[in-house]
């Protein structure tokens, strides 16, 4: 009898032991999957984990985690109705959980439901008050609702946290005004300026909400009696100028300009605001220079002058086309007052470049490699500079130092063009090897550079190597400039040494209608391709040419060529 109650008990057990024992392999592949997905994410082979926790949440629809992690990755692909519904899935299932729901309030912005993101910021922060930060995102959020008062509520919060101050105070009487509450406006002004009596910019900040609501009268006392205490108050002049500008009082107004110029406690910043505001009237009323210009010179004259005044005293003066000597007087005057004035050095290099003062060029951009190291330009004009005066050597270790300031944030332009240079000078060195290396950097940085492609696939050609991949880079080339007639010479030349004497007729010919310098070099190629086209009297024709062309010249390699020309003609037949 024991035997069989124990049996009876026994099946009647069996199905919780069967639940329990599915429920344990459930857990089990489960953990087996996420701790799997999680540890290929953090290998960083995110469509691996992505998989696997698609295949977490078909074990285990309820995971919190699953949800949050899958709402991440939908986020990144930019599926932010699938990440969003994650997201709120994974909050319904841990609502205590604040990562959660600062994750879904960030995807409620990223929707621009602005609505449904300041519920669930606020419900974050009533969770948190240590986190003071989400009062700032939650003021933005009523901002952008336009819910001023709610707005203005948040506002309120933060005061109770962290005391009155300018900016809360100034963000509360902005939205009164949005409100038209002129009154509580500037009540909160006053009230700022009363809890700080002895701070004068509170209280000039009073005056100038006085001025905003038409309270003239009322403003103008509150500055006089500021001035009063504290005469070089420069924030109280600013008010009582723009006050002087409103009554048309324009004799006291600029009394007032010059004074906050020269008040040594008026920052640099306001000073330049001052000076743009003064020039734009100027050129309001007719453009007069005088009165700036006397204002510049007073500031400049004055003890230990701002670098920045004296720059914006030579574009103004660059604005007015004054002389150019009298605006590089003012660019010498920056680089005494700050040596390391990159743009001021620079309009002066060019200055000279443009007046083909190669040793200026040259002097000012070695002193820029002492304070401006890392500045491109600098490197570009010094070697152009010895390049027109004919000194390659130093040119080139120009380019090279260049070079050796190149990042991956360099303009891809400038740093190809550098490239490009320096593979010219280093051909016309004789260190071919080198200059094809140069030129393959410079297309890496920009793959179509004209001149680089044009130069590279000529200097190919007259190897008579890599022929296929030179005539690729000079079509782009005639393809970008089509009537450049150096550019379809190269591309001629090409086809000639590929045995295409055909085709290369029909660009020299091109070549030579758009010739306009009478070039010996296109002359000579002309009659090499006539030649071998089997056109003698045509190619004899610019042989001729090329030889009257080239008669009086006296360098070596001129000479070795008029040689060839003349065996040519000669012998009326083409010669390498």
Request: aromatic fraction near 10%; glycine fraction near 2%.
């Amino acid at each position: 009898m024991k035997e069989l109650r124990y049996y009876a008990l026994l099946l009647l057990l069996m199905p919780a032991l069967w639940c329990q024992a599915d429920d344990y392999e459930q857990k089990r592949r489960y953990d087996v999957c996420f701790l799997d997905a999680m540890m290929q994410r953090q290998k960083g082979n995110h469509d691996a984990a992505f998989h696997l926790l698609l295949h977490c949440r078909e074990i285990k629809p309820d995971a919190s985690e699953v949800s949050y992690f899958l709402g991440q990755y939908y986020s990144e692909m930019k599926m932010h109705d699938e990440a969003l519904a994650c997201f709120q899935k994974a909050c319904l299932l841990e609502p205590a959980n604040t990562t959660y729901m600062e994750t879904l309030a960030q995807a409620y912005i990223a929707k621009e439901d602005y609505t449904r993101a300041a519920e669930t910021m606020e419900q974050l922060y009533a969770a948190d008050k240590s986190r003071q930060d989400l009062l700032e995102t939650i003021y933005r959020l009523y901002l952008q609702l336009r819910s001023y008062d709610k707005a203005i509520e948040v506002l309120n919060r933060m005061e109770a946290i962290d005391g009155k101050s300018e900016r809360i105070s100034l963000a509360k009487s902005g939205l009164y005004i949005q409100m038209d509450d002129q009154e509580k406006a500037l009540k909160e002004i006053r009230e700022l300026s009363d809890q700080y009596p002895n701070d004068l910019n509170y209280r000039t900040l009073y005056a100038n909400t006085l001025m905003m609501n038409e309270e003239r009268e009322e403003a103008y006392e509150v500055l006089r009696a500021i001035l009063q205490e504290e005469p070089n108050n420069y924030r109280a002049q600013l008010s009582l100028r723009t006050y002087y500008q409103g009554e048309e009082d324009e004799e006291r107004a600029d009394s007032l300009t010059r004074s906050i110029l020269l008040n040594p406690v008026t920052s640099i910043e306001d000073k330049i605001s001052l000076m743009r505001q003064e020039i734009g009237q100027s050129e309001a009323s007719g453009g007069d220079s005088t009165r700036v210009m006397m204002l510049f010179h007073e500031l400049l004259a004055q003890p230990e002058p701002s670098a920045d005044m004296a720059e914006f005293c030579a574009a103004y003066m660059s604005l007015k086309k004054m002389p150019r000597d009298s605006i590089r007087q003012m660019l010498e005057f920056v680089l005494q007052l700050a040596p390391d004035n990159a743009s001021a050095r620079l309009q002066l290099v060019q200055y000279a470049w443009e007046d083909d003062n190669d040793d200026q060029v040259v002097s000012l951009c070695q002193a820029a490699r002492q304070y401006n190291p890392d500045e491109m330009a600098f490197y570009y004009y010094q070697g152009m500079s010895y390049f027109r005066k004919d000194d390659r050597d130093h040119a080139l270790e120009a380019f090279q130092n260049g070079i050796s300031v190149i990042t991956d944030e360099s303009n891809p332009a400038i740093a190809s063009d550098f490239y490009a240079i320096m593979g010219d000078l280093l051909h016309q060195k004789n260190r071919v090897k080198e200059a094809f290396a140069a030129y393959d950097s410079c297309l890496q940085w920009k793959p179509d550079n004209i001149s680089c492609l044009n130069n590279y696939a000529y200097y190919l050609s007259e190897l008579g190597i890599r022929l296929d991949e030179a005539e690729t880079m000079s079509f782009k080339t005639i393809k970008a400039e089509p009537k450049n007639a150096t550019y379809l010479d190269t591309y001629a030349w090409i086809l000639f040494m590929q045995e295409r004497y055909q085709e290369a007729r029909i660009y020299i010919d091109q070549t030579l209608q758009n010739d306009t310098t009478a070039s010996t070099v296109l002359l000579e190629h002309a009659g090499d391709i006539y030649a071998q086209c089997g056109e003698l009297e045509t190619a004899l024709k610019y042989w001729q040419q090329a030889l009257d062309a080239d008669a009086d010249s006296n360098t070596p390699s001129d000479k070795a060529r008029l040689k060839t020309l003349q065996r040519k003609i000669k012998r009326k037949k083409y010669i390498k």
